[in-house]
């Protein structure tokens, strides 16, 4: 009992020291630790790939309709605070279908390396953009009619 006694000691002793020179570690990863990228680092790069998502919200939504009105989907505009960047994503009501989503800046340029194409899918996202003021475009086929839109506001 005694010789194990002089294990345990050392090992409490130790571990008091350490959380004394130690305090500020973390036990876990933060949401920034835990992303791939940050800033200018994350342009042009996937969004769940990289962990940004973890975070993210939807900044702004829009409806995407047909000619006639009808709802046939969505264009989100997405926002990682840990990596500070946005993302354009499109989600369809209707069923799978092409679909088509892209950054553009609010004088209506795209933003270079955001576009990402899914054909027969219900959802689509494109690739991040540092802190820019954008929207989200989302598109997609449906019933043999082409890129019907949908444009967020700008943020």
């Known amino acids: ?18 959380s004394l020179l130690l305090p500020g570690m973390p036990l876990a990863p933060t949401s920034a630790a835990a992303a791939g990228c940050s800033g200018t680092g994350c342009n042009g790069k996937d969004p769940i790939t990289m962990g940004c ?7 702004t939504s829009t409806p995407i309709k047909t000619m006639s009105g009808q709802v046939v989907g969505r264009a ?8 500070k960047t946005n993302w354009a994503r499109a ?14 800046y609010c004088d209506g340029s795209p933003v270079s390396g955001t576009y990402y194409q899914l054909p027969n899918t219900t959802s689509v996202y494109g690739d ?16 043999g009619a082409s890129d019907i839109f949908g444009v967020t506001g700008c943020y």
């Open 1 to 18: 009992m005694k010789r194990s006694l002089f294990i345990i000691r050392p090992l409490l002793a130790l571990t008091f020291l350490l």
């Open 53 to 59: 998502n973890a975070d993210a919200y939807t900044v």
């Open 76 to 83: 989100d505009l997405r926002w990682s605070p840990s990596c």
């Open 91 to 104: 989600v369809s009501s209707v069923g799978s279908t092409n679909m088509f989503v892209q950054l553009q």
């Open 128 to 143: 991040m953009r540092y802190n820019t003021t954008v929207r989200a475009i989302g598109a997609f086929g449906y019933n």
